[in-house]
């Protein structure tokens, strides 16, 4: 299940929702959440702006979901991100994945939230104090 | 006509974020069709010149040689910085 959007989500409702959906197959869910930093690159940030590439950045992620489906037995997958204007301790992006075995819930999730950051056209523009300012590079994974 | 895009800073260094144009015939690949947009003047120069710049042809990520043809999408953004 893919999302992009500009409101927010409720992470434990997307969890209950996913448990109910997968009827006791799952054994296991692993999951990501993104929030907006406070400081970045040593300068406070006062809000986050996403934009993003309608229609192909929802063709991206469902490229990420398949292949996460192809690698791992998964039962089920959410992939959310948000769009728009966001203020620090903002939630910007949810990944799920529920699979019979931990492990194989594990490695789903971080691939997906690894290659979304790589691969789905997402930009963040950040307004600090001195000005607004496009981040520049991707986040160093890790 | 090619429909262009310009997204994120890109966009904002360019002033336009979509444009149409008619493709001229001696253009048939990205790498053509980037070096013609290019010498718009030394902001498209400099802006399309960046390597890291991606292009995608029908939203999807494409390399310089790709062909381009009448009716295409194409789009230059910079990398990108979601998650």
Known sequence: MIRVQTEDFDP??????????????????????????????????????????????????GIIETTARERWKLTDVIIIHRIGPLAPDDRIVFVAAASPHRKQAFHACEYMIDTLKTDAPFWKKEATASGNRWVSTPPVIG | MVQLRFFASLRETLGVGDEQVV????????????GWLQERNDIWHTALGDSRVHVAVNQVLVKPDCAVNDGDEVAWFPPVTGG
């Open chain 2, 23 to 34: 493709l001229p015939d001696d253009i048939t690949d990205i790498s053509a069709l980037t």
């Open chain 1, 12 to 61: 434990g409702a997307e969890l209950e929702q996913l448990r109910r959906n997968n009827g006791g197959k799952a054994g296991a869910v692993v999951s990501f959440m993104g929030l907006v930093r406070d400081l970045n690159e040593g300068d406070t940030i006062r809000q986050m702006t996403l934009e993003h590439y309608p229609g192909m950045t929802e063709k991206a992620l």
